[in-house]
Nanobody, 124 residues
Framework: QVQLVESGGGLVQAGGSLRLSCVVS????????MGWFRQAPGKEREFVAT????????YYSDSVKGRLTISRDNAKTTVYLQMNSLKPEDTAVYYC?????????????????WGQGTQVTVSS
């Protein structure tokens, strides 16, 4: 059974940084495409970033481009989201997700497995 466990969330001031981690177990991590999504209170879950199985291709939503960076370490079966220059509007629960097909995907339905989420709160 594939499990995803996020960590690294917390409270940070605007302009600060956080690094989220997502450890994947029970599957062939090296073949998975990975994504990060977020959901703010009262809003729908939205795409943040995605990286393919090779780690060579990554895409971002316009709202985070240039501030957030997705990366992966296949040896550690972990995907990361480095978050810099954080803004109050980045406040949300952040979820990682895995796609068995290994590609970069921006849509929720493309992903097969999800973590439970980690809270990120950015104060102004």
């Amino acid at each position: 059974q594939v499990q995803l466990v996020e960590s690294g969330g917390g409270l940070v001031q605007a302009g600060g940084s956080l690094r989220l981690s997502c450890v994947v177990s029970g599957g062939t991590f090296a073949s998975f495409g990975m994504g990060w999504f977020r959901q703010a209170p009262g809003k729908e879950r939205e795409f943040v970033a995605t990286i393919d199985w090779t780690g060579s291709n990554a895409y971002y939503s316009d709202s985070v481009k240039g501030r957030l960076t997705i990366s992966r370490d296949n040896a550690k079966t972990t995907v990361y989201l480095q978050m810099n220059s954080l803004k109050p509007e980045d406040t949300a629960v952040y979820y990682c997700a895995a796609d068995r097909l290994g590609s970069t995907e921006r849509t929720i339905n493309a992903y097969d497995y999800w973590g439970q989420g980690t809270q990120v709160t950015v104060s102004s």
